[in-house]
């Protein structure tokens, strides 16, 4: 029972490329969410899905799109990087019942 | 203004004291989280509550709804304590209903 992974764990990208990051849980959880860490601010969230084939945006959605195309996975990608996307990324899952979110390990992203 | 509010920002100790971190928010909610974030960088999650209070192990978190507050308390604190600790609300409300708040994390250094 592996929990929530990531993939990749640190990348480098100039502006203006084109990357996906991948999340995938082994724990049947209805609920998978990405979030983005910066200095000195909280946790902010991405977009979010609720269940396979579906996706919802959250906090700070804007040069992201996100797919969940099987219940264990959920992509986040970026279009058209840029350097205001250096960040941390965080993925989680949790089940609509017991609320306890489990997070990834998250993947640093720099771009350049 | 954030909805979740932790104080304090930074916490120094030494090894063997109480400590207790607070957390004040300002949204209606279903449930509180107190996550833990180690240098490394990975996300735990300690707990989930919603009322009275929750032991484990060495940790205690408390909730009082009327008053929109919630302390982790750490007993005979040790360095392996040392960690980011964040509370995190989930909203009750609306169009944000089951939207998680994130306060901006409490930096815990324990010092042998």
């Known amino acids: 029972n592996a929990g929530v992974t990531q993939t990749p764990k640190f990348r480098v990208l100039k502006t203006g490329q084109s990357m996906t990051l991948l999340c995938a849980q082994d724990m049947n959880h209805e609920y998978m969410y990405w979030y983005r860490q910066d200095p000195g601010m909280g946790l902010r969230l991405i977009h979010y899905s609720v269940g396979e084939g579906t996706t919802a945006k959250g906090e700070v959605p804007d040069g992201y799109n996100v797919s969940r195309l099987k219940k264990q996975n959920f992509l986040l990608g970026l279009e058209s990087a840029a350097p205001s996307q250096t960040s941390v990324y965080f993925c989680?899952?949790?089940?609509?019942?017991?609320?306890?979110?489990?997070f990834g390990p998250g993947t640093r992203l720099t771009v350049t | 203004k954030n909805e979740v509010e932790q104080s304090p920002q930074n916490l120094t100790a030494q090894e063997g004291e109480f400590i207790t971190i607070n957390c004040s928010y300002s949204v209606g909610i279903s449930a509180l989280h107190w996550l833990q974030q180690h240098p490394g960088g990975g996300i735990v999650s300690l707990f989930m509550l919603s009322s009275g209070k929750k032991k484990h192990g060495r940790l205690i978190a408390t909730i009082n709804i009327q008053e929109k507050h919630s302390s982790l308390h750490i007993t005979a604190s040790h360095p392996r304590d040392s960690a980011v600790y964040i509370c995190a609300v989930r909203s009750d409300r609306g169009s944000t209903l089951g939207r998680l708040y994130f306060g901006r994390g409490t930096q815990l250094t324990v010092w042998p």
């Open positions: 989680a899952s949790s089940s609509p019942i017991a609320g306890t979110k489990y």
